[in-house]
Nanobody, 121 residues
């Protein structure tokens, strides 16, 4: 089992940047694919990005491709989401998740509590 804790959210202006972090407990971090999802008010949760166990392959939603970068440091049990050129439509609660396989359609077994990202226009 793994516990996930996100941090790094906040308020930023349009065009700004934020870096989210997700720290995982336990010694099995590298056995999990990791992902970021987000949920805006009144909307369903949506996939943002995912990364394979050792970072060799990444996946992105079309809406963030070219602006967001997912990465991981297995020595620190941490996954990151670098978000650049932020837009008001990126406003949401961002969740990190862990599961057996990376990608937008796979199920993830463990979830963090979320961190709020607000982009002002």
């Amino acid at each position: 089992q793994v516990q996930l804790v996100e941090s790094g959210g906040g308020l930023v202006q349009t065009g700004g940047s934020l870096r989210l972090s997700c720290a995982a407990s336990g010694r099995t971090f590298s056995t999990y694919a990791m992902a970021w999802f987000r949920q805006a008010p009144g909307k369903e949760r949506e996939f943002v990005a995912a990364i394979t166990r050792f970072g060799g392959t990444t996946y992105y939603a079309d809406s963030v491709k070219g602006r967001f970068t997912i990465s991981r440091d297995n020595a620190k049990n941490t996954v990151y989401l670098q978000m650049n050129t932020l837009k008001p439509e990126d406003t949401a609660v961002y969740y990190c998740a862990a599961g057996p396989r990376a990608g937008p359609t796979y199920e993830y077994n463990y979830w963090g509590q979320g961190t709020q990202v607000t982009v002002s226009s």
